[in-house]
Every structure is written in C-alpha cells, then in structure tokens.
C-alpha cells in the first residue's frame, strides 16, 4: 500500500495549500478511512483564519466527511468490514472522563476536534476513533452522506433545547447551521419555526423550504416578530449568528418559560439582559458540536430519508481535492451558496 497522500494543509494563519503528507499510521482503536467527500464548515474557515481559539498549525482541516473503511482496529473493529462505506464522529475524546461516562462526550475533558487539534479530512485518507465509525447503505448518496456531521449539530441542538411537537421556534442566523436546526425542528414537530437571516440570498432560500423569515435590519422587525406569536414571544430562541444583537434578539423574543439556546460561537463575552431572564424564568444552554448519541441519530435520520430532499437542496457545489485552495477562497466569501464540497480523487 502507498505510504503517501494528497491533502490540503494549514502550515499557518491564511496559508492553505495541497500537499503529499505521510498517510496517518492507526493506533490502537483507530480506523483508517479513504475520504471520498467533506464539506467545507465555518470554524474550517476559522481555523485558517487563526480565529480558532485552540486550533494547532500545521493542520489538515475538514470534519465533515465520508469515504471508505479501509481498516480498523481495537475494539468495535468487529463489526466494520474493509470496503463499507462509513461515516464518523469528528473527534478523539477519551471515553473514560465523567462527562464522556455520562454520554457527552462532545465535551470530553481530553477532546481533540478534528481539523482543528488533529487532522482532518481534506485528505485522501483520514484516520479516526473506531469506536465513533458508523456503516451506511452502499446506494446512499455520499454528498448528503457528508452532511451527517452538520445534521449531527443540528440534531444536538433540537434535542438539547427540549423542543416539543406543537411549540415555536426562532432561529436566528440562516446559515447552513440554522437552516439544518430549522428544518430538524420542522420534523421534530414544531407548529412555527421563523427564520432572522441579514442575507436576502438565505431568506429566499428558506422561504422556498416553506420557512417564514424576518430580516432583523428592517425597520419593522420587532412588529413582524410580535404579530409571529400574538406577542406571546417563541418557546425555544436557537441563538446561531454568534453575534451581540442575536443573542439579545434571542432573550428577548423568548416566551415566558421559555429555553434559549447558545449555538453561534463568539469570540468576546456577550451582555445577557439578566433582568428578562429573571422575569420570564427563561432558561439558557449552551450546546458544543454534538454528543455521539445525536450523531447515531442524524445517520439514521440521513438512512430513512425523511428530509433528505431538504438537505439536498443544501448542497451548492462540489470542487476536486486538486481545487481545495479555490474552495476556501469562495467560502471565505459571503455569497449565493450554502454548503460546498471537496471530491477526493
Ligand atoms: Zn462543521
Ligand atoms: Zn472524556
């Protein structure tokens, strides 16, 4: 077998380049796989930016992908066959700490995210935990299989916030994130799910997917909100803009009781009106990633096909491994795209 592949390396900050790099050697408990597609996330672009709080350079970026089981050891192994088509969780975490003993591992106390602390999959080859690797059907299409990490996040979310069939959602911030949570809320039963998206080019796109949508820069934005929920304010408030007026928008458009979820990462610590939390006994949870359990739940979601026609409609265009520099450089870009993704040869 080769002992060399091609991937797309940070050396360091804003510096992106295809290389031939050593292909990972497994350790105990780890599989190899041959990537055949990953999508291009945010915190990739964060990463190569050097605003990745705790990213290590030089660094292979790409968490969200599928390919080819070529071997796998430790324990698990057993019921992986060389040749199945796999996806997996996009971390190493330690499986021994309390939080992993309790099933969240997504906030291990030793956790190193893929793409970020270890290599990622804009390679040929990406190695992960055995133990994390899930089979899928040999007919399913792999470009959506490569949205089973995003729909993992947004599956977390939903399931983290207590949602239930008949309440209403806000989601603020339409990007690939939130428009996954909007669509899995949607399933999850929500009678109302709205979305506040700056970008005319995401609000269209939500409203083709049947999603109301409000423009938070419109003079009227509060009155449309208001007149959304008779002024009664949404039951869950899913906060993915990660800035400063999203996160006030949240709280403030939250119903009494109501549960406000902290998705969007930020940089500086955000102002929370205190006093509107304490008035309408509102609740508030942050959500990291995803836990291994909603990533079980997002393959089979991906399996039964549900809402594969919606998340298909995610998919903007795909790029080889050769062109993975002019990838970068279009989704560092805003524009009229939601996911775009790199081919492996
Ligand atoms: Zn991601
Ligand atoms: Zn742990």
């Given at each position: 077998m080769k002992t060399e592949m091609k991937a797309g390396v940070?050396?360091?900050?804003n510096s992106l380049h295809l290389k031939t790099v050593p292909i990972p050697v497994l350790q105990d408990g780890e599989a190899l796989i041959r990537v055949r597609y990953c999508g291009i996330c945010g915190s990739d672009i964060h990463v190569l930016r050097g605003e990745h709080p705790t990213a290590q350079f030089p660094v292979i970026p790409g968490h969200e992908f599928v390919g080819e089981l070529v071997e796998a050891k430790g324990?698990?192994?057993?019921?992986l066959t060389p040749g199945d088509m796999v996806v997996a969780q996009p971390f190493f975490s330690c499986g021994n700490c309390e939080p992993c003993a309790q099933g969240h591992d997504n906030v291990c106390r030793d956790l190193h995210f893929m793409g970020a602390h270890c290599d990622g999959a804009f390679a040929e080859y990406v190695k992960v935990l055995t133990r994390k690797v899930y089979t899928i059907p040999k007919e399913m299409d792999l470009r959506l299989a490569a949205l089973t990490e995003p729909v993992a996040v947004a599956m977390h979310d939903v399931r983290r916030s207590g949602l239930q069939a008949g309440q209403t959602a806000l989601v603020i911030g339409g990007g690939p994130i939130g428009m996954l949570i909007a669509m899995v809320a949607r399933h999850a039963g929500a009678r109302r799910v709205v979305i506040s998206e700056i970008s005319e080019f995401r609000r269209a796109f939500a409203e083709k997917l049947r999603f109301e949508t409000v423009n938070?820069?419109?003079?009227?934005f509060d009155a449309q909100l208001q007149a959304k929920t008779e002024g009664k304010g949404f039951d869950v408030c899913f906060e993915?803009?990660?800035?400063k007026p999203g996160i006030a928008a949240a709280v403030q458009y939250c119903t009494i009781g109501g549960m406000v979820m902290v998705i969007g990462m930020t940089k500086e610590p955000y102002p929370v009106n205190l006093s509107a939390m304490f008035a309408k006994e509102l609740r508030m949870q942050g959500v990291r990633s995803h836990a291994q359990y909603n990533f079980i739940g997002a393959v089979e979601l991906l399996k039964s096909g549900a809402l594969n026609d919606a998340f298909a409609t995610m998919i903007s265009a795909e790029y080889p491994l050769e062109q993975i520099v002019e990838a970068f450089d279009r989704a560092q870009v805003p524009g009229d795209y939601f996911k775009l993704l790199v081919r492996m040869p």
């Open positions: 940070i050396a360091s900050k324990p698990g192994a057993s019921r938070p820069l419109d003079a009227d993915v803009s990660g800035s």
